[in-house]
């Protein structure tokens, strides 16, 4: 029997919250794995810098770090006497999306094993984003050098560490649980463990809480297989389900230990129970028996993918920007208005869109992006527009890269007048119309991405909603980012990390929406992108995961 907590006071308290119970170690519900990758290489027509034999190529990887300098990461081998190497070494970087890395490749001659690279011949260079490297899995480009033309091509072709895994489906029920409210029923909810190497257990998973009731039935939730059990079906697993309390001294209602092969067998017996056991109780009455039970009532072990398999296998994020033109954003001739652009550094609109764009473009292959306006009135007659071209042509609103946004940013504000209200609906649904010919395709190919600036509250936030509601079925997700001091409250709310949104009954089928401040990083919008699309891979995972649609895995390569 594992050790429990023994500390005093109620029997029924455990170490003043769910963590004393069974040793476990420092949780970690929260923590993201990091993602990893392997870049291998390969080159084509080097220089031949040697008299007597070829170039004995070896490649060098940097990454520039957040102050801006360049740090190498990894070598790769020497090939000797050979102006077409394919090295056999691989250099293992991590992999973050919502940071642009840069990364610089750089080709050496080295003749001597002993040869420092600053005395080796220099055969060339790439320097390019990782981004692109995975929007197209392998990619073939011209070296560059300071003295020399045509120095030859390099290939780079990147490989998830790991790649796809496996999930479980879990749903369980609980029945006659434990009273331990003094006046009503217990609020249950349960943990689940992965046994350390000790023998302890650390908590990977907290349920939500359902009020009031010794029988809850808790909603189905997902969960990597590796996270739950190391990938092993026969690994102890530990459930515990306690009685929430506010002040998180959450009663212990009992335990029982499992296994994901148990679990399974337990699911398709839809008649067996596990029960819980409280040793304490146990020790102190003769005549127990149990503190409730607690039935299996799905497990589904499914192979899921990951967000780079995805982007690996051809799939496109196509970026849609939606800028606030009303009113309160202020006269942009005046360097008080959110939309003055005489600063040198760019309003807090154009800072937001770079930051974000140079990244996100390079899961577009043709890099043109849907850009509009929203609450502006419109010449000649001042009708006011919630979903306007920025470019002024309403057939064609695609812009060419990143700068091709700022600039029909910067001439619709000479040609529009600001106005409102603060209507996004309209926008929301243009794009979810394109998203949803997406989901008639049973293919990975595009996911569409709405980006929202605004200056404050939408008016119509629940048309919004209902919006949001609908959009959820289909492959997009929606990100909002406030500028200026305006009071987001209600943006808040659309970013139901914590309880899905409902409209008209109807609940979201998933979390689309990342909502973020602007004035949080105003001071360094480098981080920026990192709390804004933090969330973009998952719900991209999610999307093609429930209408279990698989990506490409067949290599493409891109020159």
């Given at each position: 029997m594992p050790a429990f907590s023994e500390e005093k006071g109620d029997d029924n308290k455990v170490g003043g919250s769910a963590d004393g119970f069974l040793g476990w170690g420092q949780q970690t519900l929260n923590n993201k794995p990091q993602t990893h990758i392997e870049l291998a290489f390969s080159c084509k027509g080097l220089r031949d810098m040697d008299v007597l034999s070829k170039s004995d190529p070896q490649i060098v990887l940097y990454m520039k770090n957040h102050e801006d300098v360049?740090?190498?990461?990894?070598?790769?081998?020497k090939v000797s006497n050979d102006l077409n190497p394919v090295f056999m070494q691989p250099i293992q970087i991590v992999y973050k999306f919502e940071e642009r890395q840069d990364i610089r490749i750089r080709v050496f001659d080295l003749d001597d094993p002993g040869q420092s690279i600053g005395m080796a011949d220099f055969l060339g260079e790439l320097e390019l984003p990782v981004?692109?490297?995975?929007?197209?899995?392998?990619?073939?480009k011209a070296l560059d050098h300071p003295r020399f033309q045509d120095c030859g091509t390099i290939t780079v072709t990147a490989t998830e560490v790991g790649g796809h895994h496996e999930i479980a489906c879990l749903k369980f029920e609980g029945m006659g649980l434990d009273k331990k409210d003094f006046f009503g029923k217990s609020d249950p909810f349960y943990e689940l463990g992965k046994q350390n190497p000790d023998g302890t257990f650390t908590t990977v998973y907290r349920s939500e809480t359902i009020e009031a009731t010794l029988s809850p039935r808790w909603r189905q939730h997902e969960i990597n297989v590796k996270r739950l059990c190391g990938g092993q079906a026969e690994q102890p697993i530990l459930f515990s389900c306690y009685d929430h309390d506010d002040d998180g001294s959450h009663d212990f209602i009992g335990y029982f230990i499992t296994t994901l092969a148990q679990l399974r067998d337990r699911a398709n017996a839809s008649t067996t129970v596990f029960e819980l056991i409280n040793p304490k109780k146990a020790k102190k009455k003769k005549d127990y028996v149990n503190s409730g039970q607690v039935k299996m009532a799905e497990c589904r072990v499914e192979k899921t993918y990951s967000f780079l398999d995805y982007i690996m296998g051809g799939l496109q994020l196509n970026c849609t920007v939606a800028i606030d033109f009303t009113g309160s954003n202020g006269d942009p001739q005046t360097p008080r208005s959110l939309h003055y652009i005489g600063a040198p550094e760019g309003n807090h609109y154009q800072q937001t869109w770079q930051a974000i764009g140079q990244i996100i473009q390079d899961y577009d292959a043709d890099k043109l992006f849907p850009a509009f306006g929203f609450g502006a009135a419109l010449p000649p007659h001042g009708q006011v527009s919630?979903?306007?071209?920025?470019?002024?042509?309403?057939?064609?609103p695609l812009c060419a890269g990143v700068a091709g946004v700022m600039e029909a940013y910067k001439t619709s504000l000479l040609h529009v007048g600001l106005s409102g209200p603060t209507n996004c609906a309209p926008m929301i649904r243009h794009v979810s119309r394109l998203a949803i010919t997406a989901a008639q395709s049973r293919t990975a190919q595009n996911y569409y991405v709405l980006l929202i600036l605004t200056d404050g509250q939408f008016t119509d936030i629940y048309d919004c909603i209902g919006a949001i509601v609908e959009a959820s079925d289909y492959p997009m997700s929606i990100i909002i980012i406030g500028v200026g001091n305006a009071d987001f409250t209600d943006m808040e709310r659309l970013d139901a990390d914590k309880k899905a949104l409902q409209f008209d009954g109807r609940k979201a089928s998933r979390d689309i929406v990342q909502f973020v401040p602007f004035k949080k990083f105003v001071n360094n919008t480098s981080l920026l992108p990192g709390a804004v699309l933090a969330e973009l891979p998952r719900q991209v995972e999610e999307y093609y995961r429930k209408r279990r649609i698989t990506p490409r895995l067949t290599e493409h390569v891109a020159e």
């Open positions: 360049w740090k190498e990461t990894g070598r790769t081998e981004g692109q490297i995975v929007a197209v899995r392998s990619l073939t919630f979903e306007f071209a920025l470019n002024g042509n309403a057939d064609n």
